[in-house]
Nanobody, 125 residues
């Protein structure tokens, strides 16, 4: 079984930066089930939405709303994925979740096998 634990959330002013971490245990990043690492977010009253995903080949995909501001990466040696968030906006306020899985459609949350508990990001204007 895989466990994902996010950290790095918090409160930041608009224009600021945060880096989220997602530490995995139970399986290493090199196993097929960990082919994709993804980040999703859910704002109050809204559905969970795709933010970014990273494939073990090195390919990264981003939602249009965060492209150019967020960067997803993974350190296989540390079994940890990251989401560097720059130029944060109030509309980025949400609970952020990391996810892992061997997915066919990386934009669909139900495709991912494992999820973290989420970490709150609040961006003030």
């Amino acid at each position: 079984q895989v466990q994902l634990v996010e950290s790095g959330g918090g409160f930041v002013q608009a224009g600021g930066s945060l880096r989220l971490s997602c530490a995995a245990s139970g399986r290493t990043f090199s196993t097929p089930i960990m082919e994709f690492m993804g980040w999703f977010r859910q704002a109050p009253g809204k559905e969970r939405e795709f933010v970014a995903a990273h494939k073990w080949t090195g390919d990264s995909t981003y939602a249009d709303s965060v492209k150019g501001r967020f960067t997803i990466s993974r350190d296989n040696a540390k079994n940890t994925a990251y989401l560097q968030m720059n130029s944060l906006k109030p509309e980025d306020t949400a609970v952020y979740y990391c996810a892992a899985g061997r997915v066919r459609d990386l934009y669909r949350d139900y495709e991912y096998n494992y999820w973290g508990q989420g970490t709150q990001i609040t961006v003030s204007s």
